[in-house]
């Protein structure tokens, strides 16, 4: 198979707590600015960098997302982080889509914020060097006041054009303020969530 003929995959993971409308816009602009053919949404069941927060069930999150990206063709999600019953550290789940899609262009989707901490993660030089990596703005977290603070290894692969940017479709909502909002009982801001997700939420007393 030819470089040009190589399927470019995009892996977008995150506990989705709920899943809103700022998981969604920004890769749908990823998605057609990059040509991706597929994005894999990747809900974890526990964060490694969110040790001590409580979640609402994995299995729930899980079902938000498929809910969530019914309208979505080219977006599926995947159960595999879920299945480990540990912690998932990204450069594993890279790993293992690699040996199972050898025939893709992996690209990794992360918010600015997770960007900002990327050199905390585990094994994160392997990380950058294994994928193609798209950095979603967030709102509070623009890339002139980040890249400041980069390492010279994530400069290097901004400057030789392996990390993508996508700024024009910021959303500036908070799954934690959602969560607050729907534990009063209040009503979500319009279209912050997908309606098949506010009713699934409101069925099982998610966030009560």
Known sequence: M???DRRRVGLFGGSFDPIHRGHLDPVRAAAESLALDRVVYLPTARPPHKPKREFAPALARFAMVELALLGE???AASGHELTLGRPAYTVETVEHFAAELPEADLHLLIGSDSFAELP????????VAAVELVVLVRPGWEMEEIRGGLPPELEERLASGHVHVVSDESVDLSSTELRRTLAAGEEPPAGALEPLVLNYIRKYDLYR
């Not at 905390?120 to 990380?127: D, P």
Request: aromatic fraction near 22%.
């Open 2 to 4: 030819s470089a040009g």
């Open 120 to 127: 905390t993660w585990k094994r994160w030089r392997e990380l």
């Open 73 to 75: 063709p080219g977006f």
